[in-house]
């Protein structure tokens, strides 16, 4: 069965430092990965998705993320927090095979602290 | 090009009351996902149309429906509602049927939904 597993319900990082939100994935065949975020009563904004190709994929706002396959890991990454990324930050996964339903992580909650 | 607009943005009701849900897609996407967000749960998904079809389905109870129209705009119905539906309702839609699983869900602002 598909899963995604987001580890930290929280992460605090200082402004200007640099940001890692963690996430791992189980899916039979070759995975499609996509990260979004989600901002107080709003609906999910797309950061970007990893189809094929480089591992390290970059996204908006200056996100970028590395696929990893032997550690199935889609860490989502950022060289300079800024506050205005606090946030929820969600991972999602969709198999390559069966029925191509999203599958999302539990959601991490992001704080950028000034 | 317009985002994905969800209808009405808050709502309130009673157990046991049925209530509907709209959804209108990105122009010229044909494909459109609900799901249902709430704290304990996470994001949980409930249903994809395409071409007026459920494609895909999540594991919610009968009396979470819904339906898709010529012009890919969805609607949901919750019928007798419990305490437990309350909950952000979120409309994805996305330009393809999930068949190459690569395409992208862009999201409504969702609807909120709270039973009394």
């Known amino acids: 069965a598909q899963s995604v597993a987001q580890p930290e319900d929280q992460v605090n990082v200082a402004e200007g430092n640099p940001l890692t939100v963690k996430c791992t994935y189980s899916v039979s065949g070759n995975p499609y990965l996509f990260w979004y975020v989600q901002y107080p009563n709003r609906g999910l904004?797309?950061?970007?998705?990893?189809?094929?190709?480089?591992?390290?994929?970059?996204?908006?706002?200056?996100?970028?993320?590395?696929?990893?396959?032997?550690?199935?890991?889609?860490?989502?990454?950022?060289?300079?927090?800024?506050?205005?990324?606090?946030?929820?930050?969600?991972?999602?996964?969709r198999s390559t095979s069966g029925t191509y339903k999203y599958i999302f992580g539990t959601g991490t909650r992001l704080k950028v602290l000034a | 090009k317009a985002g994905v607009t969800q209808t009405p943005r808050y709502l309130i009701k009673t157990r046991g009351q049925q209530v509907t849900l709209s959804c209108s897609p990105i122009s010229g996407h044909r494909s459109v996902s609900w799901y249902q967000q709430t704290p304990g749960q996470g994001l949980q998904f409930l249903f994809e149309y395409f071409s007026e079809t459920q494609r895909n389905k999540g594991n919610f109870p009968g009396r979470f429906s819904g339906r898709q129209f010529s012009n890919s705009r969805s609607e949901m119905n919750v019928s007798t509602l419990e305490l437990g539906d309350s909950a952000l309702y979120l409309c994805a839609s996305s330009p393809e049927s999930g068949a190459s699983g690569r395409e992208t869900q862009y999201f409504g602002p969702g609807t909120r939904l709270l039973v009394l």
Not at chain 1, 52 to 72: I, M, P, R
């Open chain 1, 45 to 93: 904004q797309f950061l970007l998705k990893y189809i094929t190709g480089d591992n390290l994929v970059k996204g908006s706002y200056g996100f970028e993320a590395e696929f990893n396959k032997s550690q199935t890991s889609f860490h989502l990454k950022k060289p300079s927090a800024l506050v205005s990324d606090s946030a929820l930050y969600f991972c999602a996964v």
